[in-house]
């Protein structure tokens, strides 16, 4: 057949290889459709290869090897149009939207992948893959209004699909505009990447851009602490859609281990940044060193007292509002629903980092972290004055933080709260003056 003979030509290897397929079939040894067809056949092949390179190889020699079968496949699909005098509209449509898609992958080559792909659609209008692929040339291209105009055709002239609508999400996101629009764009490119992963539950790409989209929604359009576990039940369906397929994406675990540290799941955000790190990330290893920091300097915070003598810290705890409770009635569910009386002893510097964490310690003179969501930073650093501010905190959420760090297990008490008008500051009122109105930027990468 003559598919297994192209095959075996390629497999020989070699710079010149694509010439020799060439000369195989346009030389008389192989004509007519039977030829184009195999010609198809190779170029899909390579396209596939490509893409894969593309999403999950990281050596260094990722440019070279995305080179190489992107010539395969456009030679290939140049030759499926030389193998009979007058190739259909059907070969013409299929190969020019490979080589399109194959050159979408090469830096410098947008203008003539979007030629390509805006000539296969005029011959098959729709043809849903090269819809897609010229949404994302427009998409690299940071031509998001085009982008969503492609992917939004391939939805209108080929019906839904899995594929299309997760990009449209992505555009979505990208959007840059109003507020109001912006908080909009965000809604809907969750819902369409809801409806993505209805489609096809097996792709990871569909619930790794879900969770992204749960991300989103946390960060622009304010929702609680809790959407981000939505996001990690996303990111956990991708992780496993691609172990089934023996694939590894180290954007998945660079993402889960933002959702996750915002969680302060420090120990799942630690996890998730050696994976990443391990894939081939560079950025996991940062990550992953910032996060093992944070978690010891606050641990280390706990168990030394911020280093404070038995007469400062007694100077401390004194004076705290009445009728409040400490950590340990917290602890034991013993508070019967009252603030927690506290003292900050100081402020991390994590500038935007979320969320804002405190010091404090209580009337027993426990120390904690008090970690407040939704909150500014800048802002509650001027509302609240280190070894002086007492402080009323309601509704707090209490948790041992624990992770482990090459080995050790480190852990530290933190109280949660979602909102800064959950805490008040002695005298002063809330620090609801403090709540922040988030942004997010969505990257390709991010998905």
């Known amino acids: 057949p003559l598919w297994r003979s192209w095959r075996a030509i390629l497999a020989q290897g070699g710079s010149d290889s694509v010439v020799r397929l060439g000369s195989w079939l346009i030389g008389g040894m192989a004509k007519g459709a039977a030829a184009a067809a195999a010609a198809l056949e190779g170029a899909e092949a390579s396209l596939a290869e490509l893409v894969d390179l593309e999403d999950y190889y990281f050596g260094p020699d990722k ?6 079968a992107a010539e395969t496949a456009v030679a290939c699909a140049d030759t499926a149009l030389t193998c009979a005098e007058k190739p259909t509209s059907a070969t013409s449509s299929k190969a020019n939207c490979i080589k399109g898609r194959a050159l979408s992958y090469l830096v ?12 296969a659609l005029k011959l098959d209008p729709q043809m849903v893959a090269a819809w897609n692929a010229l949404g994302e040339v427009y998409w690299n291209q940071q031509n998001y209004a085009q982008a969503r105009s492609s992917f ?10 899995a594929v299309s609508l997760r990009n449209l ?6 959007i840059e505009c109003e507020d109001l629009e912006k908080s909009n764009n965000f809604a809907a490119g969750l819902q369409r990447a809801k409806e993505a992963t209805v489609l096809d539950a097996s792709d990871p790409q569909n619930w790794e851009t879900l969770g992204n989209a749960y991300m989103g929604e946390f960060f622009v359009n304010g929702k609680r602490y809790e959407e981000l576990n939505k996001a990690l039940i996303a990111y956990a369906r991708a992780e496993s859609a691609y172990e089934k397929l023996g694939k590894r994406n180290p954007f998945l675990h660079l993402n889960r281990g933002e959702a996750a540290k915002f969680l302060e799941d420090y120990d799942l955000a630690l996890k998730s940044y050696a994976i990443a790190k391990e894939i ?4 996991g290893g940062d990550e992953y060193d910032k996060v093992s920091e944070l978690v010891k300097r606050l641990a280390g915070m706990v168990e030394r007292k911020g280093d404070l003598k038995a007469k400062r810290l007694k100077e401390l705890t004194a004076g705290l509002p009445a009728g409040t409770c400490t950590l340990a009635q917290l602890r034991s569910k013993e ?15 994590r500038k935007d980092e979320i ?8 009337a027993d003179g426990e120390f904690f972290a008090l970690s407040i969501y939704n909150a500014e930073q800048a802002k509650v650093a001027d509302s609240v004055v280190p070894m002086q501010s007492a402080l009323e905190i309601s509704m707090p ?12 297990e480190v852990s530290y008490p933190c109280m949660r709260v979602a909102h800064p008008g959950d805490v008040a500051i002695v005298g002063h009122g809330t620090l609801a003056s403090a709540a922040v109105k988030a942004a997010f930027s969505s990257e390709k990468a991010a998905g």
């Open 169 to 174: 999400s992505m555009v979505l996101r990208a």
């Open 335 to 349: 508070s019967g629903g009252k603030s927690v009386g506290a003292r900050v002893v100081s402020i991390l510097d």
């Open 63 to 68: 440019d070279q090897k995305k080179k190489n």
């Open 152 to 161: 939004e055709q391939a939805l209108e002239l080929c019906g839904p699909n």
């Open 397 to 408: 959420h209490y948790r041992q933080i624990s992770a482990t760090i090459k080995g050790v």
């Open 108 to 119: 410098g080559q947008e203008r003539l992948a979007e030629e390509l792909l805006s000539k």
């Open 280 to 283: 081939g990330a560079a950025k």
């Open 355 to 362: 969320p804002v964490v405190l010091s404090c310690c209580d």
